[in-house]
C-alpha cells in the first residue's frame, strides 16, 4: 500500500518554480520525521531535505538558498517549495518519513515509508 503521495511534478525551463505535495495515506505519519530525496537517471537517491517533528529543517548544499521544506498542519501536507530550478534539478522526488528520532539525517537507510514519487523535468 502507498503510504505517502507525492504530487506537483512537472516540466519547467530553467529558473522556473514548482511546489511539491506529499500527502500522507495516513496522518500520524506528519508527528514523524519528512524528508524529500531524488533520484536523477544513472545515479544514486540523494537527500535533499529533511524536516523534524520541530519542524526545523535541513537542506543538502546543491539545493539551499532554492528549496524549502515546510508542512500544512491545516491541510495534512508536507510541500517542497523549489525556485530557480536548474537542469541538474531533473529527477524522480521522493517523499519519505521516519518515525525513529529526530535526527536530520538525509541517508535513505533512515527511511521506513515511501511515497510512489513525482517526475521533475527542468529544460529549455
Known amino acids: 500500500q502507498v503510504q505517502l503521495v507525492e504530487t506537483g511534478g512537472g516540466s519547467v525551463q530553467p529558473g522556473g518554480s514548482l511546489r511539491l505535495s506529499c500527502a500522507p495515506t495516513?496522518?500520524?505519519?506528519?508527528?514523524?520525521?519528512m524528508a524529500w530525496f531524488r533520484q536523477a537517471p544513472e545515479k544514486e537517491r540523494e537527500g535533499i531535505a529533511v524536516?523534524?517533528?520541530?519542524?526545523?529543517?535541513k537542506y543538502a548544499d546543491s539545493v539551499k538558498g532554492r528549496f524549502t521544506i515546510s508542512r500544512d498542519y491545516a491541510k495534512n501536507t508536507l510541500y517542497l517549495q523549489m525556485s530557480n530550478l536548474k537542469p541538474e534539478d531533473t529527477a524522480i522526488y521522493y517523499c519519505?518519513?521516519?518515525?525513529?528520532?529526530?535526527?536530520?539525517?538525509?541517508?535513505?537507510?533512515?527511511?521506513?515509508?515511501w511515497g510512489q514519487g513525482t517526475q521533475v523535468t527542468v529544460s529549455s
Open positions: 519519505a518519513a521516519d518515525q525513529r528520532d529526530n535526527i536530520l539525517t538525509m541517508s535513505e537507510a533512515d527511511y521506513n515509508y
Open positions: 524536516i523534524n517533528r520541530y519542524d526545523y529543517p
Open positions: 495516513d496522518f500520524t505519519y506528519f508527528t514523524y520525521r
